[in-house]
């Protein structure tokens, strides 16, 4: 059965990946994207999750053109890495705005339509360091961690409506995101990487359409890693 994907930040890295599985298994799929060209294949829709009443549009076009969102990956985020004496309050909020408000906010617009449906699969992209902690990245990993304790906080208020919200925690995964990073630092995190390599966006990609299969009925609150080993224990 063809459903009603939206993937955030779908026109490129892990989102893009991820947009591509589904359309690749016959969904159809509705991808945000802020500028450019953005790539073929999906509706694409212009938002910028930070703005409420771009969400607003986006979820208006969606469910005009491909139906209510019956599957949701909350996939956008960005990162603005300093040390903490050197973080400014603009810093840290732009990041909470974007990771953790704005997820919130495309969650909440799309359990609208799921709970009219009575069935809806909502994942949020988290990170092993949410979990882990890293050092330069105290807003990103509060707001990664933060996704921890919403998405279980929607998955026992939606249960009963047959939605299920899980997490899915990526470790380092060969994107726009992590080319930023010096050679030095690329070696240091694959040093301590059991699998010994970055992951490759498909293989985000594969364990989140699993948590929207018919397969994973019975999970929710779940935080998957997918991070070659890097979390072991947390
Ligand atoms: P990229 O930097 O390659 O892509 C980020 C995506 O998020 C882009 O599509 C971007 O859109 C979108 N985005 C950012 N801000 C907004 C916004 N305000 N509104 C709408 N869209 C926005 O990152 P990745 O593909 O690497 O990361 C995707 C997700 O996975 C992120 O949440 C990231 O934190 C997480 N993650 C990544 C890891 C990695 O190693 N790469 C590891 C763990 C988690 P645009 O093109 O318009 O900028």
Do not use: W
Not at 18 to 24: E, G
Not at 109 to 135: D, E, F, K, N, Q
Not at 194 to 218: C, D, K, N, T
């Amino acid at each position: 059965m063809s459903r009603s994907v939206l993937v955030t930040g779908g026109n490129r890295g892990i989102g893009l990946a991820i947009a591509r599985s589904f359309a690749d298994a016959g969904d159809k799929v509705a991808i945000t994207y802020r500028s450019g060209e953005p790539p073929s294949g999906f509706l694409a829709v212009r938002c910028d999750i930070t703005d409420p009443e771009q969400v607003e549009q986006a979820y208006k076009e969606i469910e005009e053109k491909q139906g209510a969102v019956e599957v949701l990956v909350a996939n956008a985020g960005v990162t603005r890495d300093q040390l903490l004496l050197r973080m400014s309050e603009e810093d840290f909020t732009s990041v909470l705005e974007t990771n953790l408000t704005g997820t919130f906010r495309v969650v909440k617009r799309a359990t609208r339509g799921m709970l009219r449906a009575r069935r809806g699969r909502v994942v949020l992209i988290s990170s092993v360091v949410g979990l882990l902690g890293s050092a330069g990245q105290a807003n990103y990993a509060a707001s990664k961690a933060g996704l921890v304790g919403f998405a279980r906080s929607i998955a026992r208020e939606l249960g009963s409506r047959n939605i299920t919200c899980n997490v899915v925690a990526p470790g380092f995964v060969d994107t726009d995101m992590t080319k930023a990073l010096t050679e030095e630092q690329r070696e240091g995190i694959v040093g301590q990487v059991p699998l010994g390599r970055y992951a490759q966006p498909e293989e985000i990609a594969s364990s989140v359409r699993f948590l929207a299969s018919e397969e994973a009925a019975y999970i929710t609150g779940a935080v998957i890693p997918v991070d070659g080993g890097l979390g072991m224990g947390h």
